[in-house]
């Protein structure tokens, strides 16, 4: 499954949860990760 298909299957519009994560990964804590994908994810 793709990333833009998850996020659509989870209600979210594509563009702003890769926008999103793109922009939280370089300062996201390894052990935090799981945060960015689009069944936990929460904008901001």
């Keep these: 499954m793709s990333l833009i298909q998850s996020a659509r299957m989870n209600g979210y519009d594509p563009?702003?949860?890769?926008?999103?994560?793109?922009?939280?990964?370089?300062?996201?804590?390894?052990?935090e990760i799981?945060?960015?994908?689009?069944?936990?994810?929460m904008s901001v």
């Design 34 to 41: 799981e945060q960015l994908l689009a069944h936990q994810w």
């Design 15 to 31: 563009y702003a949860y890769l926008k999103d994560v793109l922009m939280r990964l370089p300062t996201q804590r390894a052990s």
